[in-house]
């Protein structure tokens, strides 16, 4: 009987670090491949605009979630009739995705970027993107000398593009 209780207890130890290692597979999987998407996010912006070497998580002395209101449901298309629709969800997620940005060092986590150290050049101050709709789009926070904004990104056939923006103030 004893031998019996001891062989139990042995499987279950064996399951519950089989369950460990999938769920620590799985979460290492999804990071660097949001990760890879975050960095080519930043080399796309990087070639666009002087970017900062640092992001932000705050802008007006907010953090960037709070920066986000009911108007985010939807973001005029730049050049098109058409509306982008942001769904209650996706806010949600997207304003705790904000909520939980940090600042880093673009330099040092993706040392090929084109970021610049200088903030007297035209320089502007990103977040880090927060992607949704498994990894067709996403949206940064933008903060420059004249005014602040969200961009929403769409990925189509492979490329980011910024299809529309959301002031949140202007100089």
Do not use: H
């Not at 519950?16 to 080519?40: D, I, P, R």
């Not at 992607?131 to 005014?147: D, H, P, Q, V, W």
């Not at 189509?156 to 910024?162: A, C, L, R």
């Amino acid at each position: 009987m004893k031998d019996m209780l001891d062989l139990i207890q042995e499987a279950k130890g064996v399951i519950k670090f089989l369950l460990l290692f999938t769920l620590v597979s799985c979460s290492s999987y999804q990071n660097y491949g949001e990760k890879n998407e975050v960095k080519e996010i930043l080399n796309f912006l990087s070639t666009k605009r002087s970017v900062y070497y640092k992001t932000i998580d705050k802008d007006l002395g907010k953090s960037i979630d709070n920066l986000i209101d009911i108007n985010f449901f939807e973001f005029d298309l730049c050049n098109s009739n058409k509306k982008e629709l942001i769904t209650n969800e996706e806010l949600k997620f997207i304003k705790q995705k904000f909520k939980e940005v940090k600042t880093i060092n673009l330099k040092k986590a993706f040392n090929e970027l084109n970021v610049t150290k200088n903030k007297n050049i035209k320089t502007d101050y990103i977040s880090l993107p927060v992607i949704f709709r498994k990894g067709t789009a996403a949206m940064y926070y933008e903060s420059a000398r004249y005014g602040g904004a969200f961009n929403l990104l769409i990925k189509k056939n492979n490329k980011w593009n910024i299809v529309c923006s959301k002031s949140t103030w202007i100089e």
